[in-house]
């Protein structure tokens, strides 16, 4: 597949169409896939702790999920085809488990939230598509006792709604034993799912601004994170930018020579 390498990571530079038939393609020959979304905050912890980096490097595909990461690969010269948000994503997942009789698991967020979850996807689809569920609080010393319940529930997709960088480590440190045919994080995407986060309006998400309308609903608690992580972001593209390009002048002055 084509990749398009920002600030390290390369990303599968893939369409969701072509995101969701790679993975159709890859369990119906057996293959097992860890995959991984990237967006601006995920690059800015990355780049501050090398086992968050190897948690995201090593996945087996990587999405740019962000219109930031669109436009970062744009000032960077190779283009991604789109964005594959994580939660549209997840959503043709499970619709693909129901139409060929997948089962999948669901793993994080609150007891209350994870549990509407589930009935949701019970009733726009059918009970027999829930392989499992758990919220996403417990101690250390529950967690390989969850893992080791997940691996034995008989579902063929993992989904994990938690915070950055708790569930990328989890499942990079895990997957091995979990031996499923797909996992995946997906962050907040329960939240949205279960109604308890509105998701911004499509003109907002095509401007850019999905970010923006998430403050709007969280001042208080994710105004600092976002503004602190989206400029730091695009001063390390920035930086890749020039470095890049004095790269090509010394290439030309020396070609001159």
């Not at 948690?55 to 970062?72: E, F, P, R, T």
């Not at 999948?104 to 829930?130: H, N, P, R, W």
Request: proline fraction near 2%.
């Amino acid at each position: 597949m084509d990749k398009v390498n920002i600030l390290d990571v390369n990303i599968d530079n893939l369409t969701m169409e072509e995101t969701i038939t790679f993975i159709a393609n890859s369990i119906k020959n057996g293959g097992k896939i860890h995959q991984v979304a990237v967006n601006a905050f995920i690059f800015v912890l990355l780049t501050k702790n090398a086992k968050i980096k190897e948690s995201i490097v090593k996945g087996d595909l990587i999405n740019g999920d962000g219109q930031s990461v669109v436009w970062a690969s744009k000032i960077l010269g190779n283009p991604l085809k789109e964005r594959v948000t994580g939660i549209d994503l997840m959503e043709e997942l499970v619709k693909y488990s129901f139409y060929n009789n997948y089962k999948i698991y669901l793993f994080g967020a609150t007891q209350e939230i994870v549990e509407s979850v589930v009935k949701i996807y019970s009733k726009k689809y059918s009970e027999d598509i829930i392989g499992g569920y758990r919220n996403g609080y417990y101690s250390q010393d529950e967690e390989e006792r969850i893992v080791k319940e997940i691996a034995e529930s008989g579902a063929h997709f993992l989904f994990v709604a938690m915070g950055s960088p708790k569930k990328e480590l989890f499942l990079y440190k895990y997957r091995d034993v979990l031996n499923m045919p797909y996992i995946m994080a997906v962050g907040g995407s329960f939240d949205v799912i279960a109604g308890k986060v509105k998701r911004a309006p499509s003109w907002m998400q095509r401007i850019g601004l999905e970010w923006f309308y998430r403050v709007m609903q969280e001042p208080r608690r994710l105004w600092k994170r976002y503004l602190t992580t989206n400029t730091t972001f695009f001063f390390l593209v920035l930086k890749e930018r020039l470095r890049m390009l004095k790269k090509i002048c010394r290439f030309t002055r020396t070609k001159g020579d």
